[in-house]
T-cell receptor, first 114, second 113 residues
Framework: EADIYQTPRYLVIGTGKKITLECSQTMGHDKMYWYQQDPGMELHLIHYSYGVNSTEKGDLSSESTVSRIRTEHFPLTLESARPSHTSQYLC?????????????FGEGSRLTVL | AQSVTQLGSHVSVSEGALVLLRCNYSSSVPPYLFWYVQYPNQGLQLLLKYTSAATLVKGINGFEAEFKKSETSFHLTKPSAHMSDAAEYFCAVISGGYQKVTFGTGTKLQVIP
């Protein structure tokens, strides 16, 4: 049973607002990821982390930022939201080890920017 | 570079019929391959994975997939569809020591009663 949690599940905000999407996992996984998911599109990796104080940008350019101060916590922040940021954001984690591969996903945060 | 292609963004089958969801991969080195399932308003859940052991992999809920190197395919099958199988299915690949998983665009499975 995966134990990875995302809040909020749904968020509707106005343009220009700062938002933070929270992601926490209780499995002690070193690796954590943020994916952006749009209908009919593949999941795009926007950020990942291999451990505390490690963050990297993913394959898809994103204006969001992330931090990894604690192993269990990997929040994503948008300083000034725009309608183009409307999407579903999925957080995931995996155990350390080469090619472990298996990802555990949260239920997602669906963001709508008006 | 690694990539996956899922043929058919939508697949409809009758309840009790065979389910076949297609996935082809591209990888310069032997890959690890995965199928994930996403139910409405939920995150993705691992269905099964191929990690260079047996080429026929069995997963949860009666699904299985066969790794065919000659065809660079990893198609997902289930002999008899159930209404609860209606979901979106994603094929994914990781290869060459990369720590990042590449997903396909997904296939939505509709099961008709």
């Amino acid at each position: 049973e995966a134990d990875i949690y995302q809040t909020p599940r749904y968020l509707v905000i106005g343009t220009g607002k700062k938002i933070t999407l929270e992601c926490s996992q209780t499995m002690g996984h070193d690796k954590m990821y943020w994916y952006q998911q749009d209908p009919g599109m593949e999941l795009h990796l926007i950020h990942y982390s291999y451990g505390v104080n490690s963050t990297e940008k993913g394959d898809l350019s994103s204006e969001s930022t992330v931090s990894r101060i604690r192993t269990e916590h990997f929040p994503l922040t948008l300083e000034s939201a725009r309608p183009s940021h409307t999407s579903q954001y999925l957080c995931a984690s995996s155990a350390a080890g080469l090619n472990t591969g298996e990802l555990f996903f949260g239920e997602g945060s669906r963001l709508t920017v008006l | 570079a690694q990539s996956v292609t899922q043929l058919g963004s939508h697949v409809s089958v009758s309840e009790g019929a065979l389910v076949l969801l297609r996935c082809n991969y591209s990888s310069s080195v032997p890959p690890y391959l995965f199928w994930y399932v996403q139910y409405p308003n939920q995150g993705l859940q691992l269905l099964l994975k191929y990690t260079s052991a047996a080429t026929l992999v069995k997963g949860i809920n009666g699904f299985e997939a066969e790794f065919k190197k000659s065809e660079t395919s990893f198609h997902l099958t289930k002999p008899s569809a159930h209404m609860s199988d209606a979901a979106e299915y994603f094929c994914a690949v990781i290869s060459g020591g990369y720590q990042k998983v590449t997903f396909g665009t997904g296939t939505k499975l509709q099961v008709i009663p």
